[in-house]
Protein backbone atom coordinates (compact mmCIF):
# COMPACT_ATOMS: atom_id res chain seq x y z
CA UNK A 1 0.00 0.00 0.00
CA UNK A 2 1.58 3.30 -0.99
CA UNK A 3 1.27 6.29 1.08
CA UNK A 4 1.02 9.86 -0.60
CA UNK A 5 1.79 13.23 1.47
CA UNK A 6 1.47 16.68 -0.19
CA UNK A 7 3.33 19.75 0.88
CA UNK A 8 4.14 23.19 -0.42
CA UNK A 9 0.46 25.20 -0.57
CA UNK A 10 -0.13 28.36 0.78
CA UNK A 11 -1.43 31.43 -0.06
CA UNK A 12 -0.03 33.83 -2.96
CA UNK A 13 -0.84 36.56 -4.92
CA UNK A 14 -2.00 36.72 -8.23
CA UNK A 15 1.29 36.06 -10.95
CA UNK A 16 2.75 34.36 -8.23
CA UNK A 17 4.22 30.71 -8.12
CA UNK A 18 4.49 27.41 -5.69
CA UNK A 19 5.85 24.24 -5.74
CA UNK A 20 3.41 21.07 -4.92
CA UNK A 21 5.47 18.46 -3.52
CA UNK A 22 4.30 14.64 -3.48
CA UNK A 23 6.78 12.25 -1.17
CA UNK A 24 5.38 8.36 -1.74
CA UNK A 25 6.17 5.58 0.64
CA UNK A 26 5.54 2.23 0.54
CA UNK A 27 6.19 0.65 -2.77
CA UNK A 28 8.42 0.87 -5.53
CA UNK A 29 7.36 4.78 -6.55
CA UNK A 30 9.96 4.49 -9.76
CA UNK A 31 7.07 2.33 -11.64
CA UNK A 32 3.99 4.30 -11.05
CA UNK A 33 2.20 6.79 -13.11
CA UNK A 34 1.45 10.01 -11.23
CA UNK A 35 -1.18 12.39 -11.35
CA UNK A 36 -2.04 15.73 -10.37
CA UNK A 37 -5.95 17.12 -9.34
CA UNK A 38 -7.27 19.94 -7.38
CA UNK A 39 -10.89 20.70 -6.33
CA UNK A 40 -12.62 23.82 -5.60
CA UNK A 41 -15.28 24.35 -3.20
CA UNK A 42 -18.65 22.87 -4.38
CA UNK A 43 -16.78 21.53 -7.62
CA UNK A 44 -15.68 18.19 -8.76
CA UNK A 45 -12.02 17.21 -8.43
CA UNK A 46 -10.07 17.67 -12.22
CA UNK A 47 -7.07 17.07 -13.61
CA UNK A 48 -4.37 19.17 -13.58
CA UNK A 49 -1.16 16.74 -14.78
CA UNK A 50 0.47 13.84 -14.79
CA UNK A 51 3.66 11.93 -15.76
CA UNK A 52 4.53 8.48 -16.88
CA UNK A 53 6.61 6.07 -14.71
CA UNK A 54 9.88 5.28 -16.50
CA UNK A 55 10.04 7.96 -19.39
CA UNK A 56 8.85 10.64 -17.61
CA UNK A 57 5.92 11.38 -20.72
CA UNK A 58 4.16 14.66 -19.22
CA UNK A 59 0.19 15.30 -19.95
CA UNK A 60 -1.50 18.89 -18.69
CA UNK A 61 -4.92 19.75 -19.00
CA UNK A 62 -5.42 23.02 -21.30
CA UNK A 63 -5.80 25.66 -18.60
CA UNK A 64 -2.23 24.93 -16.83
CA UNK A 65 -0.35 24.18 -19.93
CA UNK A 66 2.85 26.88 -20.21
CA UNK A 67 2.13 27.57 -16.56
CA UNK A 68 2.80 24.72 -14.77
CA UNK A 69 5.03 21.65 -14.83
CA UNK A 70 4.91 18.37 -13.45
CA UNK A 71 8.09 16.35 -13.17
CA UNK A 72 9.52 13.24 -10.38
CA UNK A 73 12.72 12.02 -8.86
CA UNK A 74 12.52 8.66 -8.29
CA UNK A 75 15.63 8.82 -6.41
CA UNK A 76 13.54 10.86 -3.66
CA UNK A 77 10.22 8.70 -4.41
CA UNK A 78 8.78 12.45 -5.14
CA UNK A 79 6.58 14.21 -8.01
CA UNK A 80 6.32 17.88 -8.32
CA UNK A 81 3.41 20.05 -9.56
CA UNK A 82 5.46 23.33 -10.51
CA UNK A 83 2.72 26.24 -10.88
CA UNK A 84 4.05 29.55 -12.23
CA UNK A 85 1.86 32.79 -13.01
CA UNK A 86 -1.16 31.91 -10.69
CA UNK A 87 -4.73 33.07 -11.06
CA UNK A 88 -7.26 33.36 -8.34
CA UNK A 89 -9.09 30.66 -10.71
CA UNK A 90 -6.02 28.53 -9.36
CA UNK A 91 -7.29 28.37 -6.06
CA UNK A 92 -8.33 24.45 -4.76
CA UNK A 93 -7.28 22.01 -2.93
CA UNK A 94 -4.71 20.26 -4.72
CA UNK A 95 -4.05 16.19 -4.97
CA UNK A 96 -1.94 13.55 -5.84
CA UNK A 97 -2.50 10.10 -6.50
CA UNK A 98 -1.00 6.67 -8.26
CA UNK A 99 -2.74 5.68 -11.40
CA UNK A 100 -4.08 2.16 -10.60
CA UNK A 101 -5.84 1.25 -13.86
CA UNK A 102 -5.12 1.32 -17.96
CA UNK A 103 -7.35 4.21 -19.30
CA UNK A 104 -7.16 8.13 -19.88
CA UNK A 105 -4.64 9.92 -17.78
CA UNK A 106 -7.20 12.41 -17.30
CA UNK A 107 -10.09 10.25 -15.83
CA UNK A 108 -9.60 10.69 -11.53
CA UNK A 109 -11.42 6.81 -11.34
CA UNK A 110 -8.18 5.28 -12.94
CA UNK A 111 -5.97 6.95 -9.86
CA UNK A 112 -6.31 5.73 -6.28
CA UNK A 113 -3.79 6.21 -3.01
CA UNK A 114 -4.75 9.58 -3.12
CA UNK A 115 -2.79 11.76 -0.71
CA UNK A 116 -4.84 14.47 1.84
CA UNK A 117 -4.12 17.51 -0.14
CA UNK A 118 -3.17 20.87 -0.28
CA UNK A 119 -4.34 24.09 -0.22
CA UNK A 120 -3.75 26.70 -2.68
CA UNK A 121 -4.84 30.25 -2.65
CA UNK A 122 -4.41 32.56 -4.97
CA UNK A 123 -5.61 36.16 -4.02
CA UNK A 124 -6.51 38.80 -6.68
Known amino acids: QVQLVESGGGLVQTGGSLRLSCAAS????????MGWFRQAPGKERVFVAA????????YYADFVKGRFTISRDNAKNTVYLQMNSLKPEDTAVYYC?????????????????WGQGTQVTVSS
Open 97 to 113: ARKVLIGRDNFPLNYGS
Open 51 to 58: ISSSEGIT
Open 26 to 33: GRTFSSDD
